[in-house]
């Protein structure tokens, strides 16, 4: 099948999500190209969920129901135009691919800090880093990868307040091809008043709400 282009408004990384997930339809049997304005409706509407969720980071607490019922609508809403763009393939998917939603969400602060703090790239020296990037998130602290970031964040939306069930967790780590990680506690930068929060992963339980 022919790979449908990518619609001009979108900017370099969306491009690429949108060929990664048409490249998904064509591995499924669905022809991308009769649904190519679901497919661009699908890129636009994840990165516009990668934005209310760090809006919703940022807002005190009095705003942040208000973002969080964002949040929820944007992510039915994506996970409707989904379910129709997947409609007659093999299996439907719930969600855009972690990967694809990683892809699109990844920037290179982050992609940066992971190296140097989870993966022993010593290319540059923390204090290099933080010259370049600033700070490191709390995201590239806690998480080794964007698609780790993408798929824990999606089971706590799913089942919070309560715990997430190790099974799930098995299932998500082998999808994105990492170890689970062990109990560890995570260190803010110094200087940074942000609490220590702790990710049990054999347990299958996140304490704190990351």
């Not at 990683?102 to 880093?129: E, I, P, V, Y």
């Not at 089971?155 to 799930?168: A, E």
């Not at 560890?184 to 008043?193: K, L, V």
Request: hydrophobic share 40%; net charge positive; aromatic share 6%.
């Amino acid at each position: 099948m022919t790979l449908p282009t990518p619609p001009s408004d979108l900017n370099r990384t969306e491009r690429k999500v949108y060929r990664t997930l048409a490249q998904r339809l064509v591995d499924r049997g669905v022809d991308p190209i009769a649904r190519a304005t679901l497919l661009a409706e699908a890129v636009r509407l994840e990165a516009r969920l990668h934005g209310l969720r760090e809006a919703e980071k940022q807002t005190e607490n009095s705003a942040r129901m208000a973002a969080a019922r964002a949040v929820n609508t944007a992510t039915t809403e994506l996970r409707r135009i989904t379910v129709e763009l997947f409609r007659g393939a093999a299996k439907v998917d719930a969600v855009v691919p972690i990967e694809v939603a990683a892809a699109a969400s990844a920037n290179d602060a982050d992609d940066a800090w992971r190296r140097h703090m989870h993966w022993g790239d010593k290319t540059f020296t923390h204090d290099q880093l933080e010259a370049r990037f600033g700070r490191p998130s709390w995201s590239a602290m806690l998480y080794r990868t964007e698609a780790e970031c993408v798929g824990v964040n999606r089971l706590l939306d799913k089942y919070r307040p309560r715990c997430i069930p190790g099974t799930d967790l098995d299932e998500l780590y082998r999808e994105i091809g990492l170890p689970a990680p062990g109990p560890r506690r995570i260190t803010p930068p110094t200087g940074s008043t942000s609490t220590n929060q702790t990710l049990a992963g054999l347990t299958g339980t996140f304490v704190g709400d990351i």
